[in-house]
């Protein structure tokens, strides 16, 4: 039987590597610019640290790790032969795959408090793992690209986030749309309507809005419990239209009456009119029914869409106030933001967005003559690496049409030839593989046009 791998995840080969190389570096480049330091943590945590940190939906999604051995022992015979598959989950798995970096990171800060500076910025690039159907855009197994800023509840951290998002999406060139929301703001929703108690019911289902429509989520919002009544007074305050300075002035408004409400109202206001006094090449969004159903978040939302592509969100985050508090160390906050690298990577493909030297890692192949030959290449390659060009040589003395064929597949932009007569004169034969010019050059030639061809 051919042998494949599970639904949901993916192989990448080395082009595709190359690629997904580019856009992490991108990243930690901007990552480093904004000054961020790298961390990383285990794939697997304890279930105890993730279980209950995003909601029942998110506890539905947590892939767990049996326990090692005989996991069955000492279990009772009543439990395993009845239908009460999370009691029988919490005494067989006490570890599990990561939902995503946030949680183990709030874990992290509360373990090492001692020895951090606050503010800590950090950030990390790793992969996660969610029991999700796996659809277009969405993976069992797929890369985060986390910035947070824990220790600091100014909400310059949010305009520098928003920054930050905006430079590393114009360094990759895809336009995008920047959505934002407050938590806040979506209590003082659930106030007005008269169902405070109703505020994660309410924002599960109008988070689907985009998805499903204003219909469907009124539907799964009577299934919820809400009445007809909060529905209703529900509706207006998602339909809100205009500028964004309009929009902000009418929710305002609306949510007058409620202190939490204004408070959010005034914290999005002074993160957008603070954005909007440095400049974004971005579009900047206040859309109320942002939610991205996450337990969380405090106060800020952020979510970022590409705009050429229909794809789903592609960057999200948020501030989440009392993250930390769950892990016994109540009172930090923190602000942070989540690039999805896989999605990001099927942007790009969609829309070609790769600078053509991320396709080929090699800069140049030496042909192999034979022993002599290959050993004057092997010279001047080593002379060539020692400058930073990326070099191969052929390891076999085969036929021409074959070791050119490699060259041509894999999409190296030049060829060296080294044969008698170049070995007598210390140079080599020069061949550009996309015009066909040849020419004999020194090894420090070779390296000056190979180094041109670059930058052009």
Not at 358 to 367: D, E, R
Request: with cysteine; proline share 4%.
């Amino acid at each position: 039987m051919k042998p494949s791998i599970p639904k949901g995840t993916r192989d990448f080969g080395p082009v595709e590597m190359a690629r997904r190389n580019y856009i992490f570096s991108t990243i930690r480049s901007v990552f480093a610019l904004y000054g961020f330091s790298q961390i990383e943590t285990p794939a697997m945590e304890n279930l105890s640290t993730l279980m209950g940190k995003y909601g029942e939906e998110g506890d539905k999604l947590l892939f767990k790790i049996l326990n090692s051995g005989d996991f069955l022992r000492g279990i009772d015979p009543e439990l395993l032969s009845g239908a009460e598959s999370q009691k029988l989950v919490s005494k067989i798995c006490e570890k599990g795959l990561r939902y995503d970096l946030t949680v183990p990171f709030a874990r992290f800060v509360v373990q090492h408090r001692n020895e951090l500076q606050m503010p800590f910025k950090r950030f990390q690039i790793q992969p996660v793992w969610r029991a999700d159907r796996p659809q277009k855009g969405r993976y069992r197994e797929f890369y985060q690209c986390d910035a947070d800023i824990v220790g600091s509840d100014s909400l310059i951290n949010e305009i520098e986030l928003i920054e930050l998002v905006d430079e590393v999406f114009a360094r990759l060139g895809i336009n995008i749309i920047i959505k934002l929301n407050n938590r806040k703001v979506l209590s003082g929703i659930a106030e007005l309507i008269g169902e405070p108690d109703k505020l994660t019911d309410i924002t599960v289902a109008i988070d689907k809005i985009d998805k499903i429509g204003m219909e469907n989520v009124k539907e799964e919002l009577r299934g919820r419990g809400l009445p007809e009544q909060a529905i209703a007074a529900l509706e207006p305050i998602l339909a809100i239209s205009g500028t964004t300075d309009e929009r902000l002035s009418r929710l305002g408004t609306l949510l007058q009456a409620s202190e939490t409400g204004t408070l959010g109202v005034k914290e999005l206001k002074e993160v957008i009119d603070g954005v909007k006094a440095l400049g974004l090449r971005a579009e900047l969004d206040l859309d109320v029914s942002l939610a991205r159903g996450l337990n969380y978040y405090t106060g800020t939302i952020i979510e970022v869409k590409a705009r050429d592509v229909a794809i789903g969100s592609i960057t999200g985050g948020g501030r989440y106030d009392n993250l930390t508090g769950v892990f016994g160390m109540p009172g930090l906050s923190g602000v942070g933001i989540s690039f999805g690298a896989d999605r990001i990577y099927d942007v790009l493909n969609t829309l070609d967005l790769y600078p053509a030297e991320s396709a080929s890692a090699t800069q140049i192949m030496f042909v192999n003559f034979g022993e002599a030959e290959a050993a004057a290449s092997m010279r001047m390659l080593k002379t060539m690496r020692q400058a930073g060009i990326r070099g191969e040589i052929y390891p076999d003395a085969a036929k021409m049409k074959k070791q050119m064929g490699r060259a041509d597949a894999l999409n190296i932009p030049f060829v060296a030839i080294v044969g008698e007569s170049e070995m007598q004169q210390g140079c080599l034969t020069l061949k550009n593989m996309a015009t066909g010019q040849q020419q004999l050059v020194s090894p420090d030639e070779a390296i000056a046009i190979i180094n041109e061809s670059t930058r052009e």
